[in-house]
């Protein structure tokens, strides 16, 4: 997965760093509250020694979970966060030309709407994780008709995060090949960046600040 | 094997605690510091050591008469177990004889069970980092004994025995006392294995709920987001595999030379 010349760079070590740290750590969330979650998957805390290190593996990565959601939410809001009407509605009317055949799918910026919808479900159902979470490790300091409700406010988080995590593992990879690269080089072809985020290509050229490997960057400034 | 009810009439019951210290014997619970909190009650709570406690309750009668009223407090055994439904571990299971149980070895300290009862029975205890309460002495009715706190009790205000038995027991009990006497525990959370002939309404009687139910929160969060999760997880697995074949990936190459080779 060597870069070769002429790819673009989408995204500089820091994003990759954070992506990387929020995904190992959201997995490791996932797998060891399946194993609370089900009776079925308690099994998964016997490599941990049992289920009670199971929970401590799932209390103390939730720890590790909130800074790296601090700052992809510092870094990524901006892209990923804010819908921009009516180009975005237009692209969700085809749905993005994802499901069925569409002609002229609308242009996107870095981020197309439904890579905004998973931002927004992990920005906003992770927060409400980080929280419900710490109250659930600490519910006999609070009062029960509050620590109730963190269960399925915990739950309804688990089922929007799990689905929508792994519809991004599958786009991410097989699902629209080349994509991959940007996460782990930072570097992605010039003909992906077309098809993926063709208005942030253009305007990233037009100002003159697309970085191409190979290539100085200091050339393209000033070209 | 059939379904097994201890039965509680408190108005046979004289307040000795025989129950309570038979409880602390049986199941090998110390004592704990305890204080003076101005009634004969005590301890003041259920404890992680202490899984069943009579409540003494004082009642004026309206003539300056002041009337005494006691409650055992612990366990319900419900058949609709919110605890059960609720526990990560399968720790706490439901018995052949239809009561809650305990597997300590299982409990992991988790304390949802805590926030899920009905009746605020489990207790936590930080020493063991696990929960306790009654388990109806599964140790004894499951060698054909009966639970020690019924063995003790000397006024015949403890009974124990087959489901339908003390069923019919009680509401016998109910209708020869007349008055406000009523059976507690065989309308909701599908019946409870601990059955109460109260001599007044339910709602007289401290900490005692009167329509207790599983909670809203933990039917929303084990009735619908838990199988919705599996099903909604299945179906983006399932789903995300049909795309792959039938529209297949996105065409991400290009005639360009840094796009050449495109595809993974």
């Known amino acids: 997965m060597i870069p070769k010349k002429g790819m673009i760079k989408s995204t500089d070590a820091f994003e990759r760093l954070v992506h990387w740290w929020l995904a190992i750590t ?3 969330l996932i797998l060891t509250g399946l194993g609370m979650m089900f009776h079925s998957f308690n099994f998964l805390g016997t490599p941990l020694g049992g289920l009670k290190n199971l929970k401590l593996v799932h209390n103390f990565t939730g720890l590790l979970f909130a800074p790296a959601l601090f700052f992809a939410i510092l870094i990524w809001w901006r892209e990923a966060g804010v819908f921009k009407m009516p180009e975005d509605l237009e692209w969700i009317k085809v749905a993005g030309g994802y499901l069925w055949h569409v002609d002229d799918v609308p242009e996107t910026g870095k981020y197309n709407p439904g890579q905004k919808a998973f931002f927004l ?3 906003i159902f992770g927060i409400l994780m980080v929280a419900s979470g710490l109250i659930m490790w600490f519910p006999l300091s609070l009062p029960s008709g509050l620590v109730q409700w963190m269960y399925p406010l915990h739950a309804l988080g688990m089922l929007v995060i799990f689905p929508f995590v792994l519809v991004h593992i599958y786009l991410g990879t097989i699902g629209v090949p080349g994509s991959a690269r940007a996460i782990f080089t ?3 072809t010039r003909s992906w960046a077309e098809k993926q985020c063709p208005g942030w290509l253009k305007e990233m050229e037009e100002e003159g600040r697309l970085e191409i490997y190979g290539e100085e960057k200091e050339e393209a400034a000033h070209g | 094997m059939a379904e097994k009810i201890k039965l509680y009439d408190t108005s046979k019951c004289t307040g000795c605690r025989a129950c309570q210290l038979a409880c602390k014997q049986w199941n090998a619970l110390p004592a704990g510091q305890t204080y003076n909190a101005g009634t004969y009650q005590n301890p003041p709570d259920l404890q992680s050591n202490t899984w069943m406690l009579i409540r003494f309750q004082e009642m004026s009668n309206g003539n300056g008469d002041v009337k005494w009223l006691f409650r055992k407090d612990a366990c319900m055994h419900c058949t609709d177990a919110a605890c059960i439904k609720v526990c990560p571990s399968g720790a706490l299971f439901r018995t052949k004889y239809g009561s809650v149980a305990l597997d300590r070895d299982k409990c992991i300290g988790c304390k949802e069970c805590i926030s899920a009862c009905p009746f605020d029975v489990p207790r936590y205890d930080p020493v063991t980092d696990k929960i306790a309460k009654c388990d109806l002495c599964f140790s004894r009715i ?3 004994m009966e639970p020690a706190c019924v063995k003790a009790c000397p006024t015949g205000a403890l009974s124990f025995g087959d489901k339908d038995e003390m069923i ?10 007349g008055g406000d006497a009523n059976v507690y525990g065989d309308q909701f959370v599908g019946g409870t294995h601990m059955l109460y002939v109260l001599t007044e309404k339910p709602d007289v009687y401290d900490e005692l709920p009167e329509r207790p139910r599983v909670p809203l929160t933990v039917i929303a969060w084990k009735d619908w ?4 999760t599996l099903l909604a997880a299945g179906g983006v697995l399932a789903g995300s595999f049909i795309h792959y074949l039938t529209h297949g990936p996105k065409d991400t ?3 360009d030379q840094a796009g050449g080779e495109g595809g993974e």
Do not use: Q, T, W
């Open chain 2, 253 to 255: 190459s290009g005639d």
């Open chain 2, 225 to 228: 987001f838990k199988p919705l």
């Open chain 2, 142 to 144: 499951d060698r054909g």
């Open chain 2, 168 to 177: 019919a027991r009680a509401h016998a009990r109910v209708k020869e006392l």
């Open chain 1, 186 to 188: 930072g570097y992605v």
């Open chain 1, 121 to 123: 479900a992990v920005a």
């Open chain 1, 26 to 28: 959201c997995i490791i």
